[in-house]
């Protein structure tokens, strides 16, 4: 039986054994809370409560997979956020329809994306000073936008525009939808998203190459992948990532304001490093970053039941972030 395990352990990549572990760590977590509080835990709204928190710490996360796979990180991602919402109700308070402005600000996503990539890969800027140079300029711009104060759907001056438009982020799945009643779009719209994404870099080529970048960023470019356009693109899926996330957060609130998104950079990050991507880069998968953001769900949604304070619930996460970093560190030392 031992024998058998050791052998199915020994075919699993690193990022399913962290996914495994991660997983568990989430079931038992689950069981507890619903040890703990069973009534509340447990109730239907409170578990759709957790799925849609989870939502915007996902879809940042997913962006942010795709820089640390292959060995970058991107600190602006809550505010190109915030930039976005921004964008997208800015737009339609200027009469501009729902898809058009929703198309120009996903547009804007990859741009600064590709602001990102050019900064690092052709100006050589680390990624930690280029994001976070880049982070005070989509703040920046958001608040020139709006001359600082927040903008509201209601400003459109359309109804039926407004309603349009809520239903993206704050819209559900009526009761009578087999297996879907009640969902939120927004979880819906995650799930997807997250599948192209786990697509695109388990099942193809780019994908392939960002592992590749990743792993061996010197032997990644002797054995003939364009670094360059490889890195430039997972900082346009990052860019993308966090405007999608804005403009679901924006449309649940009917409102967008350019504070929106600050530390969510931080919190995705965690929620990968937790799930079990690795900050040094080369693995990990959109999997490990929903079960990781499952996590954190669960753990805020489980402590704030049981009358937690916020602060502690910083030092809760704030201990497991380095706890996840610790293990992380002894594998690859162990590996040497």
């Given at each position: ?50 799925t849609q928190q989870v939502v915007t710490y996902s879809i940042i996360g997913f962006g ?194 350019p504070t929106a998104g600050i530390g969510y950079e931080l919190e995705a990050i965690a ?9 040094n880069g080369g693995e990990g998968t959109i999997l490990n970053t929903i079960i990781g ?44």
């Amino acid at each position: 039986m031992t024998a058998t395990i050791k052998r199915i352990s020994s075919r699993l990549s690193i990022a399913t054994k962290k996914a495994i572990f991660s997983g568990t760590a989430l079931v038992l977590m689950f069981i507890v809370f619903s040890i703990l509080k069973p009534t509340v835990f447990l109730e239907k709204s409170n578990l759709i409560n957790i799925t849609q928190q989870v939502v915007t710490y996902s879809i940042i996360g997913f962006g942010l997979t795709f820089c640390l796979v292959c060995g970058g990180t991107d600190l602006s991602a809550g505010a190109s956020m915030g930039l976005g919402g921004i964008i997208v109700v800015y737009l339609l308070s200027k009469q501009v329809s729902i898809p058009m402005a929703i198309t120009l600000a996903l547009i804007f996503g990859i741009l600064m994306g590709i602001l990102n990539g050019f900064s690092i890969e052709v100006l050589g800027v680390v990624p930690f000073i280029a994001t976070l140079g880049t982070q005070w300029v989509f703040r920046g711009l958001a608040y020139v936008l709006v001359a600082g104060a927040p903008i509201y759907v209601n400003s459109v001056g359309n109804k039926q525009i407004e309603d349009a438009f809520y239903q993206l982020g704050g819209g559900r799945f009526a009761d009578t939808v087999p297996l879907l009643g009640s969902v939120p779009y927004s979880v819906v719209i995650t799930f997807v998203y997250g599948f192209i994404l786990l697509f695109i870099i388990t099942k193809t080529k780019i994908g392939r190459q960002i592992y590749a970048c990743g792993s061996n960023h010197a032997a990644a470019r002797l054995s003939g992948i364009d670094v360059i356009t490889t890195r430039m693109f997972a900082y346009c899926v990052s860019g993308l990532s966090a405007v999608i996330c804005g403009i679901l957060v924006a449309s649940r609130a009917s409102s967008a304001q350019p504070t929106a998104g600050i530390g969510y950079e931080l919190e995705a990050i965690a929620a990968s490093v937790v799930g079990g991507v690795s900050i040094n880069g080369g693995e990990g998968t959109i999997l490990n970053t929903i079960i990781g953001a499952l996590i954190m769900g669960v753990l805020r949604n489980g402590l704030n039941l049981n009358g937690v304070s916020s602060f502690w619930q910083m030092v809760i996460i704030g201990v497991i972030v380095v706890a996840a970093c610790a293990m992380e560190a002894q594998r690859r030392k162990k590996n040497g």
